[in-house]
């Protein structure tokens, strides 16, 4: 065994996974079009400051997380642990306020030093959408809708739920700050370490605590519906209707608060029960305030990002995704191989796939050939004479024709 292996957290994603992932990436890009968002991609690292304003130093994501470094410059450089950060701080740095509204996806690694386990990785991969400049809750119905789509493109609406939850606007989320901490604080010695913390700088993040202790105490704490005002109950009505009026199933989850601190008003995630602890596989929601934090002009934000490894883990890696069978070129000898190079280079610049055997004899190509789930096999043969016998197969009869090339080539084409 090589004495190099991946770092812990991280892993190779190796072909037969790795067309899963591709699958995934194409058929939520494609759906993604067809609502009119265009795909961005922004740098894996920025100034750690984007991060740091933007996610909050409370929220884990920058508090444990973060693969932060000096780089040789001396700046502070922090890996992306998310995707929305820095679609913000492009949307300001670029100026793109004056294209509002904007519709973005983008796809790509994510970095986040989390402890490993099933579903859970410290190189991983999110696909994301995010919809700057509108304010109407009908952009987080839109948003909900792409993702609906895709989770349905992908099969998977079956075995996914959509919670949803309102964090309000800062009023109302004052309010119930205060409400909750109220509550919390006599219980404040039974807390676990972290929910002490937190009790302070976020206590919503107790909410959402998995400590088994924090859940019991939880249990009857006050509620965020109980504290909206009229402005934000309407924008959360508004938002369940229009997803009612889409036919998109939703339950309401009033515990759930999301880990990072941009969100304001509507929180969601897609969850399953098959993934174990790690049952998010979609999740984000609205961020009025952040394009302000990262110094832009005052925009609302919507959007989520999904986990790619953990849909893959979901669609598996019996997935076909090229149900196109092979032509197989099939050569009988050395210079044959060379002429079946330049059949298969030829085949294949016209937009076919097509397979070609460098090793092994004879016999052993066409096994490899069938086994690939080839239908049709041009054979060369070398002659006597320097010239080449062409023949096509049909593995499905078993019958070979000997053929002029240009006919075989047309036979396999025009199929
Ligand atoms: P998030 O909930 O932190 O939100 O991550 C989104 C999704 O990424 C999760 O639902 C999960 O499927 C996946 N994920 C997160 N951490 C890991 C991990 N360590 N290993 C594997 N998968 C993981 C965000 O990142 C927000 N930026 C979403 C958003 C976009 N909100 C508004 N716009």
New binding site residues.
Partial sequence: MSKYQSVRGTRDLLPEIKQVFRHIDETAYKTARNYGFKEIETPIFEFSEVFHRSLGETSD?VSKETYTFTDRGGDSITLRP???AGVVRSFVSEGLAQHIPLKLYYYGPMF?Y?RPQK???RQ?Y?F?A?TLGLESPLADVECLDLAWAIIKNLKLSERCTLEINTLGDMESRNAYRAALVGYLTPFKEQLSHDSKLRLEKNPMRILDSKDENDKKIVMDAPLMQNYLNQTSQKFFDDVLAGLTKLGIPYVINSKLV???DYYCHTVF?FTTTELGAQS??????R?DGLVEILGGPKTSGV?????V??LAELCGPSLDTNPQPPISVVANGENALTEALKIASSLRNQNKYCEIFMSGNFKKKLEKANKLGTEKAILVFEQENGGFEYKLKNFKTGEELTNSLEKILYQVSSS
Avoid: K, N
């Fill in positions: 994501a998310e995707g929305t986040r989390e579903g859970r990785y991983f999110q994301g995010e999301r880990g990072l995630e998010a596989i979609l999740s984000g929601g961020y959007g989520w990002a999904a986990g490894d953990r």
